[in-house]
Nanobody, 117 residues
Framework: QVQLVESGGGLVQPGGSLRLSCACS????????MGWYRQAPGKERQLVAR???????NYAESVKGRFTISRDYAKKTLYLQMDSLKPEDTAVYFC???????????WGRGTQVTVSS
């Protein structure tokens, strides 16, 4: 059974940093790709960062140079290091994992990130 649990969200001032974690119940090498998405009030859920099995990463233009996605196979955990946070980064952040191509998709319940002074 695949379960994803996000943690690390909270309230931070502009310019601050947070590290989000996504703990998985199964070995994460089982997934074709993993990623972080976010959803702000009144907006659609959008991709923030993604990492595929080969190790290639891609980021939304709005977070390039500020966010870093990584994974720890031993800990079965996906991370999102967020630096130089801006108020527009405020959203609920969701962990995602996929198997195959349009075969299976798994989601966590999200963690709230609020950037405000």
């Amino acid at each position: 059974q695949v379960q994803l649990v996000e943690s690390g969200g909270g309230l931070v001032q502009p310019g601050g940093s947070l590290r989000l974690s996504c703990a998985c119940s199964v070995n994460i090498f089982s997934f074709t790709s993993m990623g972080w998405y976010r959803q702000a009030p009144g907006k659609e859920r959008q991709l923030v960062a993604r990492i595929i099995n080969a190790g290639i990463t891609n980021y939304a233009e709005s977070v390039k140079g500020r966010f870093t996605i990584s994974r720890d196979y031993a800990k079965k955990t996906l991370y999102l290091q967020m630096d130089s946070l801006k108020p527009e980064d405020t959203a609920v952040y969701f962990c995602n994992a996929e198997v195959g191509v349009r075969t299976s998709s798994y989601w966590g319940r999200g963690t709230q990130v609020t950037v405000s002074s």
